[in-house]
């Protein structure tokens, strides 16, 4: 399967995404000005390996922000891994950033996923 | 020139620190985040509020970029303020909007004032799980966001323009840490 390795920038994210590696991550900032474009040949990859995924699938969650519309596609992407055997979620927020904390507590009770929560 | 006098005079009195007037883009809208950021960063602003002031502003913003497309070049013009005072921060915009849209926009903002925390949060969820992204890239968050960010009422006005169009005003608060 083709990786994904998309350069953060100031207003997209950094986005690795490599099978062989076991290598899944979203970081940085989120504020595209066409999210539903931007996030879309995410869900596709997703939908992909979600046909022969790994056996285990940790897919971390690192972001410093994001906005409104992107939260909507990072539901769309934790929709996607719901269907995938073995995928926890792992969800990084700064430790004083309680927005960010409970903004993945948040997901965490709209998706039906495992998250583990990791201050930095 | 004494209008460039009585503006410098204006900002001060207002403790205004930003203030973009003009078209209103992805690219202008990046400008002014980092213009704000350096200028909080530089009197060694508090993460919390720094982050919370940059929440509301990409919201803010966004929504004028989003609703800056239409036809009309009354549509275009917009303006965007920070202010700053001892105790908190005032990101206030300003953007025309057609007259069709005030009623429904008007009772958004009264629905999300009269809703405490919890009742935001729930309000959030449901939006966010019930509805997609609209043509504009919006997902019909922005406003609750900004609420639940400043834990404040938004406060807002609708003045008329011309027969088409209003001019729509709003003002979020964030209390300083």
Known sequence: MNIINLEGAEDTPKIILDKTNGIFEISGRSLPEDSQGFYQPILDWIEEYGKDPNPSTEFIFKLEYFNTASSKLILDVLSALEDIDGAVIQWYYLEDDEDMQEAGEEFSELVDLTFEFQEY | ?177
């Open chain 2, 1 to 177: 020139m004494k209008f460039i006098f009585d503006l410098h005079k204006t900002m001060l009195e207002n403790n205004l620190i930003l203030v973009y007037e003009g078209e209103f883009t992805q690219e202008i809208t990046k400008s002014v985040l980092a213009m704000a950021e350096r200028n909080m960063d530089s009197i060694g602003e508090e993460s919390s509020t720094k982050r919370k002031v940059f929440n509301v502003m990409v919201e803010c913003l966004q929504n004028i970029v989003k609703h800056g497309d239409e036809e009309s070049s009354v549509s275009k013009q917009a303006i965007f303020m920070i202010g700053k005072k001892n105790d908190k921060y005032v990101i206030t915009s300003g953007n025309p909007i057609k007259k069709e849209n005030v009623e429904g926009l008007k009772s958004k903002l009264e629905e999300i004032n009269s809703l405490d925390k919890d009742g935001l949060k729930t309000l959030y969820k449901e939006i966010i799980r019930n509805t997609s992204i609209s043509d504009k890239g919006g997902a019909g968050l922005g406003f609750v966001d900004m609420a639940r960010k400043s834990g404040q009422e938004l406060e807002y006005d609708f003045k008329p323009l011309d027969e088409e169009y209003f001019f729509f005003s709003l003002k979020t608060t964030i209390k300083r840490i």
